[in-house]
């Protein structure tokens, strides 16, 4: 048990209490209709892009392979909607980067049915069966990350996992998505945590959820298996209390090692949604072609959350959600981890979980000035980091210093230092270029 948890708190040291905006919790999940077209990036993972084997002018249906993965660390792509393949070309993404995808032209007057899959026999098939069938559904992280799940299940054979955390506990502000899914698919997540644990070979699974979420705590209590398997527990609700590492030590008192993964202490950890997804797609053997997103914000008539199919453009979900406004930034993603969108015609990916629009007239100015040393950043760091230090490095340019003596790979981006920060300087920023060309020196 570790210090904090002794004084009846479970959480993790440092971290930040940003005001949460998450009123769209109370809202039922809505369907989004249809766009008029999709634009699917075939990379839609942290990994290789999927490769196509559809050409334009084929008709597909909604459910349909599209695109199959190249190599281990890739996932195949099936057709969000039945439509006419228009083309398969570079278009702009959120990063500001153009990326090959595949553009299919909606059949709106179709039904938009989902093709039947092979049914799934869960209790029958082996581990690597049914990590198979989790490759093979396109499955990812959808808490944002989108690292693909069957990677993550297979564990490496010097490891032995004791328990699966099922994160619930969606720190970021505004995003409701996981909490609505706790809320609307208890049994579909329980039978994705059942999945989970048999594809990891771990006897336990404890989802952690923020103090915030008291009532999927009360929903979900009554669903749980009498044989103690699956429990729950509540964290204190703090950012970023979802981060692997933190909800590791909030709920076990554990540390992941620097340069770790989990399994390196007997870990797997999962995001909810992800879960329930897989509990509720694999046994029907159908694959993942939509995804619910928090679409919220300033001067939105109808924000909420939203089942929107893969691929559907910002402009199409802004019009529906009764977007009013003009200067606005749009954010994919969360406030604090999100990426900024600079067009309406991005698409939504599987990583996609919000669409936030903010007022720029309310959000934070851009002026930068210099360090004052007041050493909030230290105080908030997570793990510990100098960002100061590493920032007044970043300004030098002295990358390589930043990743030998300053840990700066064990940034995680989680953006506390620079939310913070009262003199505006963008650290986060810093760090991820520093990353990037560190990366690109080693290659
Ligand atoms: S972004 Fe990196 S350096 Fe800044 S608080 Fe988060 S982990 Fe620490
Ligand atoms: S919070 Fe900003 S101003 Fe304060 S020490 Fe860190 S970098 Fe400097």
């Given at each position: 048990?570790?210090?904090?948890q002794?004084f009846?708190?479970?959480?993790?040291s440092?971290?930040?209490?940003?005001?949460?905006?998450?009123?769209?919790?109370?809202q039922e999940?809505?369907?989004l209709?249809?766009?008029t077209?999709?634009?699917?990036?075939l990379?839609?993972?942290?990994?290789k892009?999927?490769?196509?084997?559809?050409?334009?002018?084929?008709?597909?249906?909604?459910?349909e392979?599209i695109?199959?993965?190249d190599?281990?660390?890739?996932?195949?792509l099936y057709?969000?909607?039945?439509?006419?393949?228009?083309?398969?070309?570079?278009?702009?993404?959120a990063?500001?980067?153009?990326?090959?995808?595949?553009?299919?032209e909606?059949?709106?007057?179709?039904g938009?049915?989902?093709?039947?899959?092979?049914?799934?026999?869960?209790?029958?098939?082996?581990?690597q069966?049914?990590i198979k069938?989790?490759?093979?559904?396109?499955?990812?992280?959808?808490?944002g990350a989108?690292?693909p799940?069957?990677?993550?299940?297979?564990?490496?054979?010097d490891?032995?996992?004791h328990t699966?955390?099922v994160?619930?506990?969606?720190c970021?502000?505004f995003l409701?998505?996981d909490?609505?899914?706790?809320?609307e698919?208890i049994?579909h997540?329980?039978r994705?945590i059942t999945i989970a644990?048999?594809?990891v070979d771990?006897?336990?699974?404890?989802?952690?959820?923020?103090?915030?979420?008291?009532?999927?705590?009360?929903?979900?209590?009554?669903?749980?298996?009498n044989d103690s398997?699956?429990?729950?527990e509540?964290?204190e609700?703090?950012?970023?209390?979802?981060?692997?590492?933190?909800?590791a030590?909030?709920?076990?008192?554990v540390?992941?090692?620097s340069?770790?993964?989990p399994?390196?202490?007997?870990?797997?950890?999962?995001?909810v949604?992800t879960?329930?997804?897989?509990?509720?797609?694999?046994?029907?053997?159908?694959a993942?072609?939509?995804?619910?997103?928090t679409v919220?914000?300033?001067d939105?008539?109808?924000?909420?959350?939203?089942?929107?199919p893969l691929?559907?453009?910002?402009?199409?979900?802004?019009?529906y959600?009764g977007?009013?406004?003009?200067?606005?930034?749009l954010?994919?993603g969360?406030?604090m981890?999100?990426?900024?969108?600079?067009?309406l015609d991005?698409?939504t990916?599987?990583?996609?979980?919000?669409?936030?629009?903010?007022?720029?007239?309310?959000?934070?100015g851009d002026?930068?000035?210099?360090?004052?040393?007041?050493?909030?950043?230290?105080q908030?760091?997570?793990?510990?980091?100098?960002p100061?230090e590493?920032?007044q490095?970043?300004?030098?340019?002295?990358?390589?210093v930043?990743?030998e003596?300053?840990?700066?790979?064990d940034?995680?981006?989680?953006?506390?230092?620079?939310?913070v920060?009262?003199?505006?300087?963008?650290?986060?920023?810093?760090?991820?270029?520093?990353?990037?060309?560190n990366?690109?020196?080693?290659?």
């Open positions: 048990m570790n210090f904090l002794f009846g708190k479970k959480t993790f440092h971290g930040i209490h940003p005001p949460e905006y998450k009123e769209t919790h109370h999940t809505r369907r209709p249809f766009p077209q999709v634009i699917l990036l990379g839609q993972s942290i990994g892009p999927a490769t196509p084997i559809v050409h334009k002018g084929q008709q597909v249906e909604r459910g392979l695109a199959k993965a190599g281990f660390v890739s996932v195949p057709a969000s909607v039945t439509g006419i393949i228009k083309g398969i070309e570079l278009v702009l993404t990063r500001g980067t153009r990326e090959s995808a595949i553009i299919i909606t059949a709106l007057s179709s938009q049915r989902q093709l039947a899959g092979h049914q799934c026999d869960i209790e029958n098939l082996s581990r069966d049914l069938a989790v490759w093979d559904m396109g499955m990812v992280g959808l808490g989108a690292f799940t069957h990677v993550k299940m297979s564990i490496p054979k490891c032995k996992i699966v955390l994160n619930g506990c969606e970021e502000p409701t998505t909490h609505r899914v706790m809320l698919q049994n997540l329980i994705g644990l048999k594809c771990a006897p336990k699974a404890i989802i952690g959820i923020e103090s915030n979420k008291r009532d999927v705590l009360e929903a979900i209590k009554p669903h749980l298996p398997s699956i429990t729950i509540m964290v609700t703090k950012y970023p209390q979802g981060a692997e590492k933190m909800l030590t909030a709920l076990l008192g540390e992941i090692p340069k770790s993964l399994s390196a202490i007997g870990l797997a950890i999962f995001n949604t879960l329930a997804e897989i509990g509720r797609l694999l046994p029907q053997g159908q993942l072609i939509e995804r619910i997103v919220t914000g300033d939105l008539e109808k924000p909420g959350n939203y089942q929107v691929g559907t453009p910002l402009g199409h979900i802004l019009d959600a977007f009013t406004g003009n200067e606005a930034e954010i994919l969360g406030p981890m999100g990426m900024s969108a600079a067009s991005v698409p990916t599987k990583g996609t979980g919000g669409v936030l629009v903010l007022d720029k007239r309310a959000t934070k002026d930068i000035m210099p360090c004052i040393k007041c050493s909030q950043c230290l908030v760091c997570p793990i510990n980091l100098n100061a590493l920032g490095l970043a300004a030098k340019r002295q990358y390589d930043m990743e003596k300053y840990n700066l790979n940034c995680f981006d989680c953006g506390c230092c620079s939310y920060c009262p003199s505006n300087i963008p650290l986060v920023q810093y760090f991820k270029i520093a990353k990037t060309l990366r690109q020196r080693h290659q």
